[in-house]
């Protein structure tokens, strides 16, 4: 059972107190913010370079020309300083021009110009009236990372941004500011494609794997591996989820007012997409308004094996974008969202704040972080602007090759204990169930097969193979009274149309036949 509570301020400190953090006095970077899109925010310890390589993926040939599939990444990481004097932290246009790759730069002010006009007519971008002059203010905004800064050496864990290097490029220099290295892998061209990927599936497909292989390379290039994080923004966390669910080296997700959970986005018709397969913790961060669209959100209290992290934003001024680059380009350093200036600004530096809290108690790998935030939410109450519901972890079922391996006396108890917390496991199918009882006959022995007859009989009384199973193993067990009992109330069965039926009702016909002449 999930516990919910509404509180009512949702500052850094009170952060610190709910994930059991401590940021520490001096800990936080003396640069001056002002005028960039991290006024307000709080930062770590370091400097933040950014790296922006294009790179190869060897391991898919998508055509007979290419060598592979070309994929950039934009990496931010702890530097040792700021850069060389006199450059320029990197913009929200520097960021968005990253997809044109190698274009001139007449391509580029052409670029310029249509981000301006998106801006100021596309209010779901600008979120608020534009002049073109306030628009290219906005994409001109700088942050703090600063291209090829010189890095600084140390075992970072690694957050893996999913749908590119700009809606969440001063989420991902605020993390390299407290020690994390964040790989955001894009596209900067087409290539050439025998298969058509335009579709949704394709296309999420293509960036799953882009990520796949940049966390791959990550992983070779390190010794021991590094932990790995996957968040993302609005359709960026479905890719992120998705990311987690097909990889088991992710060790916790994060989402960010993602509509993951509706059937506008229907993610229950693409491959790899289950709430069974989501074993990570989950930090779930979004609007209410976004939380009311999500028809499907039965899906995430279904992902019963995550320990989830459910943060709602209860104020309607906060708008979509105001979580990504795009509206805190617009946001700041303008100040030009009226009466929700101070609201929007807040609620930033909060998500900003959480995701980092929350990403340094998984990087310690302890449940220390756990244990805090639910004594804090037993502890306080009160209507607030935010809403948090924890949900907490269940160990899932065995799969039957697990079971097999392991197979001896404790082994039914084992499957009645795990039916009762995770009773849709694939290892309670009636053909699985079978063929551990048939391995058990053989070892450890019968005794056993017959204690695991009785809880398949428990969960399928009509299956007519648990009596020919129940037949064998007490013969097997020397009760050749239980054993001609069990064929006869199998045989006894009407064979009806199924083949299966029909042969294992023959076979047990066959075993009273013989029992009863011998």
Not at 100 to 129: K, M, N, P
Request: charged share 20%; proline share 6%.
């Amino acid at each position: 059972m999930a516990r919910s509570l509404r509180y009512a301020a949702y500052s850094p400190a009170l952060v610190a107190l709910v994930l059991g953090l401590s940021i520490g006095p001096g800990a936080a970077s003396s640069v001056d913010l002002t005028g960039t899109r991290l006024a307000g925010v709080r930062l770590g310890p370091h400097p933040v370079g950014v790296s922006i390589r294009s790179l190869v993926d060897p391991t898919r040939h998508i055509n007979a020309v290419d060598a592979g599939v070309r994929v950039a990444v934009a990496t931010w990481y702890p530097a040792l300083s700021r850069g060389s004097a006199g450059k320029r932290a990197m913009t929200a246009l520097d960021y968005q021009e990253l997809q044109l790759g190698t274009a001139d730069e007449a391509d580029r002010r052409h670029y310029e110009d249509d981000q301006i006009t998106a801006f100021c007519s596309w209010r779901h971008i600008g979120i608020v009236a534009l002049t073109r002059d306030q628009a290219g203010h906005a994409l001109r905004t700088g942050g703090i990372a600063v291209r090829d800064a010189p890095a600084r050496a140390g075992a970072w864990p690694v957050v893996m941004i999913l749908g590119g290097p700009y809606y969440l490029a001063s989420t991902a220099e605020t993390l390299a500011s407290f020690g994390f290295v964040v790989v955001a892998p894009y596209r900067t061209d087409d290539q050439q494609n025998e298969v058509s990927v335009q579709g949704f599936p394709g296309y999420l497909e293509n960036s799953i794997r882009d990520a796949e292989w940049a966390m791959q390379a990550q992983e070779r290039s390190r010794r021991p591996p590094p932990r790995l994080f996957a968040l993302g923004h609005g359709g960026g966390g479905l890719q992120a989820l998705l990311l987690a669910m097909r990889n088991r080296n992710v060790s916790a997700v994060v989402n960010i007012d993602s509509g993951n959970f509706s059937s506008r986005t229907n993610a229950r018709m693409l491959p790899f997409y289950s709430p069974r397969l989501l074993r990570v913790p989950y930090l779930h961060i979004l609007r209410a308004e976004t939380r009311k669209e999500l028809d499907q959100y039965d899906d995430f209290t279904a992902m019963a094996f995550s320990r989830r992290i459910e943060v709602v934003l209860q104020d309607d001024a906060v708008r979509h974008h105001d979580l990504s680059d795009i509206g805190r380009a617009v946001a700041v350093p303008m100040r030009i969202r009226g009466d929700a200036q101070g609201v929007v600004e807040r609620e930033y530096a909060d998500v900003q704040e959480t995701i980092v809290r929350f990403l340094q108690s998984q990087s310690t790998g302890s449940g220390e972080a756990a244990a805090a935030l639910d004594t804090w939410m037993t502890s306080h109450d009160g209507a607030s602007r935010h809403a948090v519901k924890v949900y907490p972890a269940v160990e899932p079922a065995p799969v039957v090759q697990q079971v097999i391996a392991a197979l001896d006396a404790s082994t039914p108890a084992m499957l009645r204990d795990a039916h009762g917390r995770d009773p849709g496991a694939p290892v309670f199918d009636a053909d699985n169930l079978a063929k551990i009882v048939a391995r058990a006959i053989v070892a450890p022995g019968p005794r056993t097969a017959l204690d695991i007859v009785n809880v398949a009989r428990e969960l399928y009384p009509d299956d007519r193979r648990f009596l020919a199973l129940k037949s064998e193993a007490s013969l097997a067990a020397g009760d050749r009274a239980a054993a001609l009992s069990a064929a006869r109330d199998c045989a006894a069965v009407p064979p009806g149309t199924d083949w299966q039926v029909q042969a294992t009702v023959a076979r047990c016909a066959e075993e009273v036949s013989r029992l009863t002449k011998d």
